[in-house]
């Protein structure tokens, strides 16, 4: 069953590409959108991206049955606490931040008894943001993870068939794993990304044309992930604190061992790294999984 009435708050990436995937599944739910400023709501009224677009929050949350907040993950408790009076008795409000500990932290004591929390996170993104740069496939064959963190089966469920109905499969996932598993497979590689672009610039003996012209296909993915949204990003790793430190600790760790390797000429250290992670990859291509999809249960809770 989808939702006779949807709201998304924040019309980024994510809210309008949410919005034109529902319209391409045919789905007829009313869709009221808000977006803090001005001009963000103008261009969604120009490009028709929802039924209506509204000047505030509340506006946007009344009689809604599912609330979808899409605003950085640092600015979800104030919008939580901004909607809470005016949310529908059995509502259920949902996020799509990056990052689930923190959000779930800042949102959920704000909602009233009644209204179910789900938390979701969809792992599919571009570098683009605002409400021009969403498309309808963006999810098509990617994960959405759930969060149900003891909300109603019921509520869970009706998520789930609703990202699903999207393009996207969904798994559920425990709150910390879910953290942990983010910052290995999206937020400390962002990091990397950022820094090495970030080097790359600080040589200025390499000249920016040459930095494009002989770029091979790792730093061009750099450059792409490096152009990302500056806000969601700082965002992310303000609220994800702990476990990018711990996964940035373990990056650090093998990057001095193979610097260590390339210095005293330690080619066997070298060649058996290279052969352990290409084997890694081989093994994933051979159990037949999207190359661009995690193997969750391969990330260990308590590895
Ligand atoms: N961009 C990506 O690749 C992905 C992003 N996410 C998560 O989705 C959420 C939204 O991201 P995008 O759609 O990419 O962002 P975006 O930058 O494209 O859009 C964010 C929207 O939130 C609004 N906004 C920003 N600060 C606000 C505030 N303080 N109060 C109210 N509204 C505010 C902006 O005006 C804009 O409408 C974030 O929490 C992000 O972590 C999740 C998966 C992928
Ligand atoms: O663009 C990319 O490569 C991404 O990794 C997209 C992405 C960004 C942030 C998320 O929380 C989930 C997916």
Redesign the pocket.
Known sequence: MTYPRVALIGLGLIASSMFWAMRRAGMDSHVTGYARSASTRDTARRIGLCDTICDSAEAAVRDADLVVLAVPVGAMGAIAATIAPHLKPGCTVTDVG?VKASVIEAVAPHLPNGVNFVPA?P?????HSGPESGFASLFDNRWCLIVPEGAPEQATAQLESYWQALGASTERMEVAHHDLV?AVV?HVPHLIAYTMVGVADDLRRVSDQEVIKFSAAGFRDFTR?AASDPTMWRDVFLTNKDAALEILGRFTEELFALQRAIRTGDGDTLFDYFTHTRSIRRGILRAGQDTDAPDFGRIRKDG
């Open positions: 990056s996170h792992m599919a993104g571009t570098e983010c999206s992930i």
